[in-house]
């Protein structure tokens, strides 16, 4: 595939690095001439200087025969823009952008952008799963249908310990797909497979509905019925 990434700073050095070894064509643009050149020494003559959010950087980038285009500088307008125009211009088929205000994801969504990336938001999802309050971590939100891939642990003493799936009453269009045991081994769960305490589940959930599913997979039987927690 060939895939051009916006942006050689670490972020954009390292992905092209990987891209690179994993045998793709990749193509970097960077303004800046240093970066450029440590780019082509170390990686091979793949670097092209000059502004990724221009149309005639972009036509001399190749964007018309690209598979993908990796927007990943420190600018989220530039990032932004660099998909846009990859896009609506050259009907790029895939289009990634790094985000480094999460704000700034759901504007990216609704202005086509096929994925966004967020290493801010990802590192406050892991803070949250430690909190009694935010068990639940989104995984990927897939574009158009309002569905997003949440995880979740079940803790110790959860109401759905030891209850079968199928029992479960999840809410509207949500659906378990796989289920990890402490033990690390996964399974593609059915209706017949019971939950177990440490269990780390995926699902797929409507946005509106992941309070209603964390509070199914993780409440204690006295939290889900109101009543206030003793422990």
Request: proline share 6%.
């Amino acid at each position: 595939m060939y895939m051009i990434v916006v942006g050689g700073g670490k972020v954009g050095y390292y992905l092209a690095k990987e891209l690179v070894e994993e045998g793709h064509e990749v193509l970097v643009i960077e303004q800046d001439p240093a970066k450029c050149e440590r780019i082509d020494e170390e990686l091979g003559d793949i670097a092209l200087q000059g502004d990724g959010c221009e149309a005639a950087t972009m036509e001399a980038a190749g964007f018309g025969r690209a598979d993908m285009v990796l927007a990943v500088t420190g600018d989220d307008e530039d990032n932004l823009v660099s998909c846009q125009v990859a896009k609506a211009k050259f009907n790029v088929p895939r289009t990634i952008a790094r985000i480094n205000n999460p704000k700034n994801e759901e504007i990216f969504r609704k202005l086509g952008i096929d994925v966004t990336i967020s290493a801010t938001s990802a590192i406050l999802a892991r803070i949250e799963q430690q909190l009694p309050t935010h068990p639940l971590i989104p995984l990927l939100t897939l574009k158009g249908g309002g569905l997003e891939l949440v995880e979740l642990q079940v803790p110790p003493g959860a109401e759905a310990v030891g209850r079968r799936i199928g029992d479960l009453l999840l809410p509207q269009e949500s659906l378990i797909i796989l289920t990890v045991d402490e033990g690390g081994s996964p399974r593609v769960p059915t209706p017949d497979t019971t939950i177990q305490a440490g269990d780390e589940i995926v699902a797929v959930t409507p946005l509106e509905h992941e309070d209603s599913l964390r509070t199914i997979l993780t409440s204690s039987p006295k939290a889900a019925a109101g009543e206030p927690s003793t422990g």
